[in-house]
């Protein structure tokens, strides 16, 4: 047998519920947006290149914040308090 009596004792945090760390319609739709926005406001700071490219590209990043807080309001994100997910179709 094995002598227990110097074991060290292991105390667990409660099991956490699954998430799908952010891999939701609203999060992939917002960071697609803020990419291509940062991207586009990149080159808007290349010498020679418009300095209009950098509003867009701020305009286009503001623009998918908001898109993906709405997505997440609509239930295409993570669950909330007050907002049932919903559940993509599965076709077999």
């Known amino acids: 047998m094995t002598d227990n009596r110097n074991a ?17 319609t609203a999060a992939w739709t917002a960071m697609i947006g803020i990419m291509v926005g940062v ?3 990149a080159v808007g700071m290349l010498p020679d290149v418009s300095d209009v490219l ?4 701020a305009v286009i990043v503001a623009g998918a ?8 309001n609509l239930g ?14 599965s076709r077999h």
């Not at 060290?8 to 939701?24: C, D, I, Q």
Request: glycine fraction near 14%; hydrophobic fraction near 45%; aromatic fraction near 6%.
């Open 65 to 72: 914040l908001v898109l993906g807080a709405v997505l997440r």
């Open 8 to 24: 060290e004792v292991a105390y667990l945090p409660p099991a956490v519920p699954p998430t799908n760390h952010g891999h939701t």
């Open 54 to 57: 950098v509003w867009v590209g």
């Open 76 to 89: 295409f994100g993570q669950a909330k308090p007050g907002v049932t997910p919903r559940k993509a179709s």
């Open 39 to 41: 991207a586009i406001g």
